[in-house]
T-cell receptor, first 111, second 112 residues
């Protein structure tokens, strides 16, 4: 079956603009996660959705970052007033229980 | 945020050699996962470990969940060129069966 998909694969934006990143999880997976990976670094947790529960937003670096998950499926990560330090690969993952499966990521470059 | 200590940071090996890498944490983990990431791709799950002391194999890969629940290792036997990539350990902290905490990664390069 289809894996996790993300769009766009690459996004270049000017400092101060807003961006939206999209994630389509594996069908049937109840949990969805966003992570950020800076160049040459490990993955940093951002936010986690599980079913209809309130999301765990403990990893969001600032209030410029927000995410929503509509209908328990697709999720959008929004970054407002982008800064150069937001440049990174944003990875989405989904799971049924413990094993998380990742999408290919969106490479965001803020100029 | 917290990251697991993973070593070595990088390694160059010759094709056919065995490889070993490990991960340590100051906190107890309920689950250990090992991922491989190729350039421009998302991490791919290799092995999942759920029980202290558990030893699990997936082809040429073998991983173990440490008895103390604070460490794990991954072995790759008879390495081949396509083993090149970055290997990450990841785990769930006790009481937080949601977000994964990731290791700093081991970059593996295989020479012919």
């Amino acid at each position: 079956g289809a894996g996790v998909s993300q769009s766009p694969s690459n996004k270049v934006t000017e400092k101060g603009k807003d961006v939206e990143l999209r994630c389509d999880p594996i069908s049937g997976h109840t949990a969805l996660y966003w992570y950020r990976q800076s160049l040459g670094q490990g993955l940093e947790f951002l936010i986690y959705f599980q079913g209809n529960s309130a999301p765990d937003k403990s990893g969001l670096p600032s209030d410029r970052f927000s995410a929503e998950r509509t209908g328990g499926s697709v999720s959008t990560l929004t970054i407002q007033r982008t800064q150069q330090e937001d440049s990174a690969v944003y990875l989405c993952a989904s799971s049924l229980v413990d094993e998380q499966y990742f999408g290919p990521g969106t490479r965001l470059t803020v100029t | 945020g917290q990251q697991l200590n993973q070593s070595p940071q990088s390694m160059f090996i010759q094709e056919g050699e065995d490889v070993s890498m490990n991960c340590t944490s100051s906190s107890i983990f309920n689950t250990w996962l090992w991922y491989k990431q190729d350039p421009g791709e998302g991490p791919v799950l290799l092995i999942a470990l759920y029980k202290a002391g558990e030893l699990t194999s997936n082809g040429r890969l073998t991983a173990q969940f440490g008895i103390t629940r604070k460490d794990s290792f991954l072995n790759i036997s008879a390495s081949i060129p396509s083993d090149v990539g970055i290997y990450f350990c990841a785990g769930h902290l006790t009481g937080t069966a949601s977000k994964l905490t990731f290791g700093t990664g081991t970059r593996l390069q295989v020479t012919l």
